[in-house]
C-alpha cells in the first residue's frame, strides 16, 4: 500500500507472507549445472601446488557485479539507445553519451561528488574494461560537462524512462503520487531565475528558495 501525508515521503508497505506462500524444492531433482565459459566442457587434470597463506594478498581488485547488472538494466530501458541518439559523438575523445552512463551506473551503486566518482569509485570498478574508458579518461570536470550536455535534453529523458517502464512492467498512468520539498541558497541568487522568495520549510524565509517536486506512479516509480 502506497500513501503520502503532508510535509513527508510516501511509504511503501509490503503484506507479510505466511509459510503457506514458501515454494518447497525437492532436493532429490537433479540436474546439470551450466558451464559459465565455453572451455569448461574441456577435461581438465587436477594440479596441486603448496601455498603460503601468509603470503597471498589482494591486488587491484575490481568490483564486477553491480556494474554488470547496471549495464544490463541499462540495456533493457534502452537508455543507451536513448543517449546514443541524444548525445551524438563530436570531437570529445569520450563520447558524451558514454560518459552520461557512468553518472547514472555510479549514481544508482553508490551516489557521490563526481570528485569521489572519478578519484575513489570509478577506477576499483570494472567499467573501464566494460565501457573500454581507461580510469585516467574520467575526471571530474568531463562528468560536469556531461552533466550539462544531458541537461537539455531532460524533458526528453523522462517521457523516454516513462514510456519504457510502462511497456515493461505495464504500468498505468491513471493515478500519481507526488510529494514536494525546497532548498535554499545564501545570497542574492541572481543567476537562478527559478529562485523566489516564499514560505520556507527551512525557517529561512530571508534567503530564496526552489520548490522540488516527485512524480511516482501508485507503485513507486520515479516519473519526474
Request: aromatic fraction near 8%; proline fraction near 5%.
Amino acid at each position: 500500500m502506497l500513501w503520502t501525508k503532508p510535509g513527508g515521503l510516501g511509504v511503501l508497505k509490503a503484506a507479510e507472507s505466511n509459510q503457506d506462500d514458501v515454494i518447497k524444492s525437492d532436493s532429490s531433482a537433479s540436474f546439470t549445472q551450466q558451464s559459465l565459459f565455453e572451455f569448461e566442457d574441456t577435461p581438465v587434470e587436477p594440479r596441486w601446488v603448496r601455498v603460503n597463506a601468509n603470503a597471498v594478498r589482494v591486488e587491484n581488485s575490481r568490483s564486477f557485479g553491480g556494474p554488470w547488472l547496471a549495464l544490463q538494466l541499462i540495456e533493457k530501458l534502452k537508455l543507451d539507445e536513448f543517449l546514443n541518439k541524444q548525445l551524438p559523438k563530436g570531437k570529445e575523445q569520450i563520447q558524451w553519451s558514454i560518459t552520461a552512463m557512468i553518472l547514472v551506473i555510479a549514481r544508482l551503486l553508490d551516489p557521490s561528488s563526481e570528485i569521489y566518482i572519478s578519484e575513489q569509485w570509478y577506477p576499483k570498478t570494472a567499467l573501464p574494461d566494460l565501457l573500454g574508458v581507461p580510469a585516467d579518461r574520467v575526471d571530474d570536470n568531463r562528468l560536469y560537462r556531461a552533466l550539462d550536455e544531458l541537461l537539455p535534453h531532460k524533458e526528453a529523458l523522462e517521457i523516454h524512462i516513462k514510456n519504457r517502464i510502462g511497456e515493461l512492467f505495464d504500468i498505468e498512468y491513471d493515478l500519481l503520487l507526488y510529494d514536494v520539498t525546497s532548498t535554499f541558497f545564501e545570497g542574492q541568487c541572481l543567476g537562478n531565475p527559478l529562485a523566489k522568495r516564499g514560505y520556507s520549510r527551512d525557517q529561512r524565509s530571508d534567503c530564496k528558495q526552489v520548490c522540488i517536486a516527485l512524480f511516482v506512479t501508485r507503485c513507486g516509480m520515479p516519473l519526474g
